[in-house]
T-cell receptor, first 113, second 109 residues
Framework: GAVVSQHPSWVICKSGTSVKIECRSLDFQATTMFWYRQFPKQSLMLMATSNEGSKATYEQGVEKDKFLINHASLTLSTLTVTSAHPEDSSFYIC?????????FGQGTRLTVV | GQNIDQPTEMTATEGAIVQINCTYQTSGFNGLFWYQQHAGEAPTFLSYNVLDGLEEKGRFSSFLSRSKGYSYLLLKELQMKDSASYLCAVKGSQGNLIFGKGTKLSVKP
């Protein structure tokens, strides 16, 4: 099946710094990728939809200037958490869809100290 | 609005059968997925239903009734390794998945 690769798997950063998370589709072209966030013991919540060659679409309550999304090619989408704060600590996961399945990256555990 | 409901927790015995229910109300529907997720890991695909009826895949089966906005995941011959969270998700009109809060299943010996 299709593979989505996400890096890094975990990252610890200082408050105020920025962190970039990469999501690559390895054997298929993804015009659309989705970025989710999951806080402990909660479900995955859609943050934004990343569209190749155009601006991302953000869900209500998600700050587009804080969570920068770039989808410059059909195989790569990046999420940059800018000026990270401890409350941004979470599990971030990307996904790309085919009609009958959605493929997830491995997820990134972000801890802001 | 979008609403997906499933029980928060369930407990079952090794070797038994368990059914996890999911009801949904969404503005768009392009199929319903079930995923298994272990803590700190990415979800693992279990099943996909887009038409009414039962889909069987080994020890796992999933049922869908679109008119009732209802699905269930049936796990047979439970094993200890089946202890995990099970996520019900509806695929929206934009292709994104709308997730329920997940059902934490504990399998006891």
């Amino acid at each position: 099946g299709a593979v989505v690769s996400q890096h890094p798997s975990w990252v610890i950063c200082k408050s105020g710094t920025s962190v970039k998370i990469e999501c690559r589709s390895l054997d298929f072209q993804a015009t659309t990728m989705f970025w989710y966030r999951q806080f402990p013991k909660q479900s995955l919540m859609l943050m934004a939809t990343s569209n190749e060659g155009s601006k991302a679409t953000y869900e209500q309550g998600v700050e587009k200037d804080k969570f920068l999304i770039n989808h410059a090619s059909l195989t790569l989408s990046t999420l940059t958490v800018t000026s990270a704060h401890p409350e941004d600590s979470s599990f971030y996961i990307c996904s790309a869809s085919e009609p009958a399945e959605a493929f997830f990256g491995q997820g990134t555990r972000l801890t802001v100290v | 609005g979008q609403n997906i409901d499933q029980p928060t927790e369930m407990t079952a015995t090794e070797g038994a059968i368990v059914q996890i229910n999911c009801t949904y109300q969404t503005s768009g529907f392009n199929g319903l997925f079930w995923y298994q997720q272990h803590a700190g890991e990415a979800p693992t695909f279990l099943s996909y239903n887009v038409l009414d009826g039962l889909e069987e895949k080994g020890r796992f089966s999933s049922f869908l009734s679109r008119s009732k906005g209802y699905s269930y995941l049936l796990l047979k011959e439970l094993q200890m390794k089946d202890s995990a969270s099970y996520l019900c998700a509806v695929k929206g009109s934009q292709g994104n998945l709308i997730f329920g809060k997940g059902t934490k299943l504990s399998v006891k010996p």
